[in-house]
């Protein structure tokens, strides 16, 4: 069974840093591209970043780039994002999905951690 | 970026009856060489991660009971509920991962008349 876990989640400051794990499990990790998906208390979704199998390609969402990091370890089926000078608007449920057999588009998903940024 | 938007933001139907949603999006997201679009769709119940329903537009996603169906190409699509049920109440939300930057629509409420 597929299983993604994230942890890390909490309150920070302004200003502040977390870094976010997503446990993968029921598949072979470094074989499929993954993504950190957020969505803000009662509103929509929104995609925030990619990683390729190698960590050979990146990608982000304007409202993070520059500030968050996404990264994996294959060894140890982990995806991570680590995300700097954090704002108010980055209070979110993160999700960590996975993407499909044939696409891009994101077929597992894990509960989600909630990130609060209040001072 | 690629925008998406949703029509309605929210939607009342009658258990039995049909729900139509659609999804705009700027720019084409069919991809010539395959002839594919990149579009998904996702169900999203409260406190619950989103769930994908349909994905090239118009895939079935295995389990998916069958009263869902995707169509559409190039940048108007639609997602279909032929028969709504009581537990098909939810949020759904279209996205394109056409482009590096993956885009979600702004979601439809669906409820029940």
């Known amino acids: 069974e597929v299983q993604l876990v994230e942890s890390g989640g909490g309150l920070v400051k302004p200003g502040g840093s977390l870094r976010l794990p997503c446990a993968a499990s029921?598949?072979?990790?470094?074989?499929?591209?993954m993504n950190w998906v957020r969505q803000a208390p009662g509103k929509g979704l929104e995609w925030i970043s990619y990683?390729?199998?190698?960590?050979?390609?990146?990608y982000y969402a304007d409202s993070v780039k520059g500030r968050f990091t996404i990264s994996r370890d294959n060894a140890r089926n982990s995806l991570y994002l680590q995300m700097n000078s954090l704002r108010d608007e980055d209070t979110a449920v993160y999700y960590c999905?996975?993407?499909?057999?044939?696409?891009?588009?994101?077929?597992?998903w894990g509960q989600g951690t909630l990130v609060t940024v209040s001072s | 970026d690629i925008v998406m938007t949703q029509s309605p933001d929210s939607l009342a139907v009658s258990l039995g009856e049909r729900a139509t949603i659609n999804c705009k999006s700027s720019?084409?997201?069919?991809?010539?060489?395959?002839?594919?679009?990149?579009l998904a769709w996702y169900q999203q119940k409260p406190g619950q991660p989103p769930k994908l329903l349909i994905y090239?537009?118009?895939t079935r996603e295995s389990g998916v009971p069958d009263r869902f169906s995707g169509s559409g190409s190039g940048t108007d699509f639609t997602l279909t509920i032929s028969s709504l049920q009581a537990e098909d109440v939810a949020v759904y939300y279209c996205q394109q991962y056409y482009s590096t930057q993956y885009t979600f629509g702004q979601g439809t409420k669906l409820e029940i008349k």
């Open positions: 029921g598949f072979t990790f470094s074989t499929y591209s």
């Open positions: 999905a996975r993407e499909g057999d044939s696409g891009s588009y994101e077929v597992y």
């Open positions: 990683i390729s199998t190698s960590n050979s390609k990146t």
């Open positions: 720019q084409s997201v069919l991809y010539s060489s395959n002839n594919k679009n990149f």
């Open positions: 090239w537009a118009s």
